[in-house]
Each structure stands twice: as C-alpha cells, then as structure tokens.
C-alpha cells in the first residue's frame, strides 16, 4: 500500500540547466497533479493528467515547464533552462476514478528544486 | 479567480488549549473545502473535508464547519498536543476532478 512517491527528494542544479523529477502515483490512481510549493505559500497548481492527457495546464508558468506521462502511470515535470525563481518545492499527487469523476488528492513527499 | 484566506502565523498555544485558525474563502459555485496539514519532515495529508453547506468536517479532535453565509471554514480543536505542531492549509475545489486552490498556510507551534 505505498503511497505517491517522487524521485529525487532533493536536486541541486545551476542556472540554465535543465531538470526532470519524477512521480510514482498510487496505483490504480488515475488522476494526476502537480502542484508547486514557494516558501511560506501554499501549494500552487501546474497541471493535470486524467490518464495520459493533460485535462487541465493552465498552471504550467511558462513554455519552460511541461510534463509528460506516456503510460497513464508515472509522470515527469521538465523545467528547461531554469531560473532562480524556479526554486520551490514540487508536489505531486494522485487520485482515485469513481464514477467517472477524481476523489480525494493524495499528496506525495515532493522535490525540494534549488537553482544556484 | 477562486481564492482562499487564512490567518496568518505563526500561532502558539500552550498545550490543552482552544485553538481556532480562521479560513474564508471566494468561489464561484458549491466548492469542496479541505483542511489539509503538513508535519515536519512529512508531505502534505488530508485532515478533513466538507462538500456542502452546513456540513461538518471532522478528525483527530479537528472540527470545521462549511458556512456558505459567511463563505467560511474555520478549524478548530478543543485541547490541542504538542504533536498537532505543524502547518495547516485550508484549501477549496471546485469540481470533483478539479485543481486544488490553497491558502498560504498558517503554522501552530504547541508549547508543553
């Protein structure tokens, strides 16, 4: 019964390099979010996969992040060329089909991005 | 757009204490409205829930209550622990597979 997990925990990375982070969703769970976490700020929304479209990216910042999950399972948040101000923390989570309709998100432990 | 307001922290109580962390929020339509909680050193996991007005949220000695009049959800707890130190969300949705809107948090340290 593992829950959401996200690889890796932490990631150091300088200015203008490109990163990937990873989510492991619960299985079964075929939502999945992406949420970013400034200091002191709640978590703010990126985007939405409902198998392995993305149902919803308004929250993407800009065309430097994007996210793929080609299978309907594991995601990957891209940030290209990235910039200080992308230092936050990244959460993932998943949820459960009923109906038709996503239940109660399941939040993972997150990636804690640094830009040097 | 949606939005969600809490108080600001942090907020110290000493153990046993009432506590009550103020949440108003702004939305078009019937939102859920959550409060989640996030302890040190873990991820962010659900405390509670309501899905329409009137309806009580509850857990782990956690109450809050959906008061579409006021447009608000306060939390609150009769004797709060030490252990109940963390940082708490309230947050709204407005449809069953839409994003989640959260407010900026409010920190509870609990003093024995």
């Known amino acids: 019964g593992a829950g959401v997990s996200q690889s890796p925990s932490n990631k150091v990375t300088e200015k203008g390099k490109d990163v990937e982070l990873r989510c492991d969703p619960i299985?079964?769970?075929?939502?999945l979010y992406w949420y970013r976490q400034s200091l002191g700020q709640g978590p703010e929304f990126l985007i939405y996969f409902q198998g392995t479209g993305a149902a919803d990216d308004s929250g993407l910042p800009n065309d430097r992040f994007f996210a793929v999950r080609p299978e309907g399972s594991v995601s990957t948040l891209k940030i290209q060329r990235t910039e200080r101000g992308d230092s936050a923390v990244y959460l993932c989570?998943?949820?459960?089909?009923?109906?038709?309709?996503?239940?109660?998100?399941?939040f993972g432990p997150g990636t804690r991005l640094t830009v040097l | 757009g949606d939005s969600v307001t809490q108080m600001e922290g942090p907020v110290t109580l000493s153990e046993e204490a009432f506590l009550t962390i103020n949440c108003t929020y702004t939305a078009t339509g019937y939102p859920s409205l959550f409060w989640y909680v996030q302890y040190p050193g873990e991820g962010l996991q659900l405390l509670l829930k309501?899905?329409?007005?009137?309806d009580k949220g509850s857990n782990k000695g956690f109450e809050a209550t959906y008061r579409k009049e006021t447009t608000s959800f306060h939390l609150e707890k009769g004797s709060v622990q030490v252990s109940d130190s963390a940082v708490y969300f309230c947050a709204l949705r407005r449809g069953r597979d839409d994003k989640i809107i959260f407010g900026k948090g409010t920190r509870l340290h609990i003093l024995p």
């Open positions: 989570a998943s949820s459960l089909e009923l109906a038709g309709v996503a239940d109660t998100q399941y």
């Open positions: 309501a899905t329409k007005a009137d």
């Open positions: 299985s079964g769970h075929t939502a």
